[in-house]
């Protein structure tokens, strides 16, 4: 069957009434098979999930018929893995430390579709040899911050100072002087500079979030947040998708996460 016919009686498919009933459909249906427009279409799809899986991350991103193959079919694995803590758009929870997968501003790395990849595979702190866990935020206000590391307890006069410090950073309204006291407790004794950097823009590395801009993972980014997390800790995680979803299922759901802060391929890719 040529392409052009098996175009129009897929046009016709989608035109039917949703009232066809069962016999109707086994009548279109009998007609694809007959028409071999089924095996026609089920050997495009398959050819594509080969070339989706083979080729570079981020070049399916710029090949237009392989963006959008592969994102529309991400879009269910999404919705089945990932929305119920992200949200169906994408736009996270700021209650709970979920991102928001749309606005552009990525924890780790830059948003390339091999790092949401890594991320969808590995995770983050889910217990995966792979996984990210270098960046974990320690609970100030606790006697012994980190199980991990030997970080000293801030007072909570200290934590104060640093939250203005933070605020200061933000734009928002601060103490001038707690800001200056906070500046010294986070180059020094607080030890923030080591995972946020020494200006605070963080480290996409290893997912420690920039504090200088008006996006915040936990909460408003107002006082009362700010020196909570500082007090108690972060330590949100990811689950791994290794060995529950294929690497093809992982590429698909990944560069459907790509689409929503990219709406269409770049302008410089090529349609083939």
Known sequence: MARSQQSGLWKRIRAAPATLGLRGWLAVGAAL???????????????????????DPQAAARD????????????????????????GGGKGDRALGVPDLADG?????T?????IEK???????????????LAVMPGYARAAPSPSERVPPLTPGEIQAVTD???????????????????RVYGGKGGCYDCHTGDARGDPAIGAPN???????????????IAYSIAHGRQGMCPAWSGK????????????????????????????
């Open 64 to 87: 237009p018929i392989l963006f959008r193959f592969g994102a529309a079919q991400g879009r269910g694995l999404y919705r089945g893995h990932c929305a119920s803590c992200h949200g």
């Open 211 to 225: 504090l200088t801009d008006r996006i915040w993972l936990y909460g408003d980014g107002g006082r009362e947040a």
């Open 119 to 133: 991320v969808a595979t590995y995770g983050i702190r889910a217990h995966n040899p792979r996984s990210w866990n």
């Open 245 to 272: 979803l294929s690497p093809l299922r992982l590429r698909e759901v990944s560069l459907y996460v790509f689409a929503l802060s990219h709406r269409a391929p770049p302008p410089s890719a090529k349609a083939r």
């Open 33 to 55: 098979l007959a028409a071999g427009a089924v095996g026609s279409w089920v050997a495009h799809d398959i050819g594509l999930e080969a070339q989706l899986v083979r080729a």
């Open 105 to 109: 501003d990525w924890l780790y790395g």
């Open 165 to 183: 410090y933070l605020l200061a950073l933000a734009g928002r309204p601060a103490d001038p002087r707690a800001a200056r006291d906070g500046a």
């Open 111 to 115: 948003g390339q579709v091999s790092e």
